[in-house]
């Protein structure tokens, strides 16, 4: 008993390697815990929040024992799937949940072993990674970023523009955030559209025209550049500045944030 979530397919739809795919389980703690306050305050269901809570912690603790494996050059690092029986497979992927997006998802990592995982996904030992570099107009962009598995019969080299804005959104320096959001911009070879994938050495051979998703993220990053990025209720303008613009997710209970019109603007 592993105490993980098995799951089938990754959020690429490619197949697992193994069952238990962790960004997907830290991803299911989040929401656990999200569903054992909603139980309480809104539907008034303290023993099924309990269990919730418990679930939660259950795959917690597993991830801390099975998710965890030593790297020799990057030290301790998060998995990207294991079996539970010492098994287990090292990249990342694109699509979100994943462990670049650790920080995105509201899991309450470790900072030291998630700064090794970052590491090791910019790296060329991730299996996914990508860099080239491409002329337009007589300007040479450097890209760099990673991919997914899938894509390599269509494009080998792909990086996906999903993986840069979540690169950016979870990185705390402005410096780096401006980089990345340039870098997108040269990404979308003048179409002023987020594509699903690029080639890394032609941005102009590319999947999916459009893609609302990568375009989404790709919104938030830059609003993460603005004053109008979400922050902590309460939160006070030095406290803010002091982030350094680190991007902090909206969650359902942020009041001062929410969409307008949810129902939880009902009273009971």
């Keep these: 008993h592993a105490g993980l ?50 679930l939660a912690q259950d795959i917690d603790r597993g991830i801390t024992q099975y998710g965890i494996v030593h ?5 301790k690092i998060y998995a990207y799937e294991v079996d539970g029986n010492g098994n287990y497979l090292l ?32 790296s ?13 107009k007589g300007v040479t962009t450097q890209f760099e970023g990673y991919g997914s598995p899938h894509m390599a019969s269509q494009i080998p080299n792909n990086i996906w523009p999903m993986s840069i804005a979540m690169q950016g959104l979870t990185s705390p320096h402005q410096e780096e955030k401006l980089k990345l959001v340039n870098m997108l911009v040269e990404a979308s070879a003048g179409t002023h559209w987020m594509h699903e994938s690029f080639n890394a050495n032609n941005p102009h051979q ?3 025209s459009w893609f609302c998703w990568a375009d989404s993220l790709f919104a ?13 209720v309460g939160e006070g303008q030095q406290q803010q500045q ?11 209970r942020d009041t001062q944030h929410r969409m307008k019109g949810s129902i939880f603007d009902v009273e009971a």
Aim: charged letters at 20%; proline letters at 6%.
């Design 242 to 252: 002091q982030r350094n613009h680190q991007y902090k997710v909206m969650e359902w």
């Design 220 to 232: 938030e990053l830059v609003m993460s550049l603005t004053t109008q990025c979400p922050s902590l």
């Design 91 to 122: 990249m990342d992927d694109a699509n979100v949940p994943s462990l670049m997006s650790i920080p995105y998802l509201g899991y309450d990592y470790d900072e030291q072993i998630y700064q090794n995982t970052r590491r090791f996904i910019l």
């Design 5 to 54: 979530t098995w799951t089938g397919f990754r959020p690429s739809d490619d197949e697992c390697v193994f069952g238990y795919l962790i960004p997907a389980n830290m991803f299911a703690v989040v929401v656990l815990k999200y569903m054992s306050e909603m139980l309480v305050q809104v539907w008034s269901n303290p023993g099924l929040a309990q269990k919730a809570f418990k």
């Design 206 to 208: 590319f999947t999916r």
């Design 71 to 75: 790297h020799d050059i990057y030290g």
């Design 124 to 136: 060329k030992d991730n299996p996914t990674y990508q860099h080239g570099s491409s002329v337009q």
